[in-house]
């Protein structure tokens, strides 16, 4: 073998070395989705309490007299999924022995209600309530709805969505 030939032939050697060890070596990327939203997100359902409503870095907080119904929206990554919702996690601080309860829904494009879950706490402090939906539409829709007693707040709330299409339930995360 000439000195040309052993060259290239090294340079090849050398070549499968470096990609099968940067193959080895990957990471590898398990795509999911989940969004964190923060409260700031969320409105009121009455115009009226508005003002009762503040909005701080920390979260939103009822400092009204009364209960106040937020609702928070859901972006939806994957619209071709009729399976609903892996969860939906909600933070919360409660002030007992007051009920802070949340809706998930499930609507259709016409807004006709698909399915929907409940998730409430009477328990005072730091509280996680976690809820899903089992159908969606395609192209449908999701939505939070919020009772937040006085003195309640909610910090942020996290959505997420199973990966496949149609029924498929696929979390390729877990």
């Known amino acids: 073998m000439n000195r040309l030939a052993k060259q290239c032939a090294a340079l ?12 080895a070596t990957a990471q590898v990327i398990i795509p999911f989705d989940a969004k964190v939203h923060h409260s700031s997100e969320c409105q009121p359902t009455s115009h009226g309490f508005s003002s009762s409503l503040v909005y701080d870095p920390r979260g939103l907080l ?26 939906v996690e909600i933070a919360v601080t409660n002030v007992a022995p007051q009920q802070l309860a949340c809706i998930l829904y499930s609507h259709d494009t016409h807004d006709v209600l698909v399915a929907q879950s409940t998730a409430s706490t009477v328990a005072g402090g730091k509280r996680t309530l976690r809820m899903y939906v089992t159908n969606g539409v395609l192209i449908g829709h999701y939505s939070l709805k919020c009772g937040l007693p006085s003195g309640a ?14 029924t498929d339930r696929t979390d390729y995360r877990n």
Do not use: M
């Not at 009822?62 to 969860?87: E, F, H, K, M, Q």
């Not at 707040?153 to 149609?166: A, D, F, P, Q, R």
């Open 12 to 23: 090849v050697i050398a070549g499968l070395f470096l990609v099968c060890g940067s193959i």
């Open 62 to 87: 009822n400092n009204g007299g009364s209960l106040v119904g937020v609702t928070c929206p859901i972006v939806r990554d994957n619209a071709t999924n009729t399976t609903g919702t892996n969860y």
């Open 153 to 166: 707040k909610l910090h942020s709330y996290t959505v997420k969505e199973w990966l496949g299409s149609g």
